[in-house]
């Protein structure tokens, strides 16, 4: 059976569901600006709605309200940012959960326990402190190179280990853990042989997650990296619904088995790698997010890949929101925030997947 049998077995979407897939979109597209504008007026210093959409008005539609340079500033120049980044951040590193989750089958791949993030992180370490490629390697290209790296090992060694590499699940999670705490540690000898104290500070401090520096240049790139890893993700949507049986079955189906493993991956790891370069490597976003949006809109990656971005994305505002409001005077690693949930989630879908075993 080729792909465009395959296509047509897909049926058309009725008129009723088209309306419903449209006033859920509206309804995700609110609940997402609502998340933004709350990450703009929560803070150390409260700012209300009428002020940010008051400064939003002047900067997009040439409005003259009278607004406190100070407020302009902190509306414009630090919280949108960081909310759009985050934003982008979290959309990104769910879709990548989901699809490292459906090409794997396996319910706890994301890219943080496959070694992607920590790969990524020392990508970037290497281009930052070590001075890798002599200034015309950028810290995102870096950090690609590193992912790249990191998940080619890991599979490597995944596949060394038997029972056919990407096709198992479960080697490929073990090998993961051990690619992670082998890049996490040329990491971290890396930053202690190379950088000052007060660099090896900063440093540690955004590998744990760290929204505080981003500007507009990362808000363009992240955002521009998620809508298109998005995109590309949401096209393979019935490739991926097809892995759900396997890739033999995927491949009796008419996907071209190994071509979109590696658009995916490869998207994954994109993602993955240009938000590890600009915030650090943020943990449990990718397991989470994933299995929330299974629970609401089910498996069916039509509906999934897009339900996972919007919810990712608002659970990394609320994140960096409490990150700057949980203690006062002080901004926790974002990292921090997102373990903290993720953990215990983690916990329950081992619990869970041990009690499925016969």
Known sequence: MNTSTLTSAWPAIPASQFLRAVLL????????LLAIVLGIAIGETDISARIVY?????????????????????VWNYRLTRALVAASCGAGLAVSGVILQSLLR????????????????TGAVLVSVVGLGAGFISMSAGAFFGAVC???LVALLAHAAGNGGLRNGGQIVLAGIAGSQLFNAL?????????SAEQA??????????????????????????????LVCLLHARSLDAFAFGSESAAALGVPVRRVQLTLLLAAALMTAVMVSIVGAIGFVGLVIPHSARLLVGVRHRRLIPASAVIGAIFLIAADVVSRTLIAGQVLPIGVITALV?????????LKSQRGRP
């Open 25 to 32: 979109t509206i309804a995700a597209a609110a609940m997402l």
């Open 54 to 74: 008051e400064v939003l008005a002047n900067r997009l539609l040439g409005t003259s309200y009278p607004i406190d340079p100070i407020n302009a500033g902190i």
């Open 106 to 121: 396996n319910a706890l791949a994301e890219p943080y326990l496959l070694g992607i993030s920590a790969g990524a992180s």
């Open 150 to 152: 990191a998940f080619a």
């Open 187 to 195: 990491t971290s000898l890396i930053i202690t042989k190379s950088g």
């Open 201 to 230: 500070r900063g440093i540690m401090f955004w590998l744990l997650g760290n929204l505080s520096g981003v500007r507009w240049p990362d808000t363009a790139l992240t955002a521009s990296v998620a809508v298109a890893g998005v």
């Open 342 to 350: 993720g953990a215990p989630v983690f916990a329950c879908i081992l």
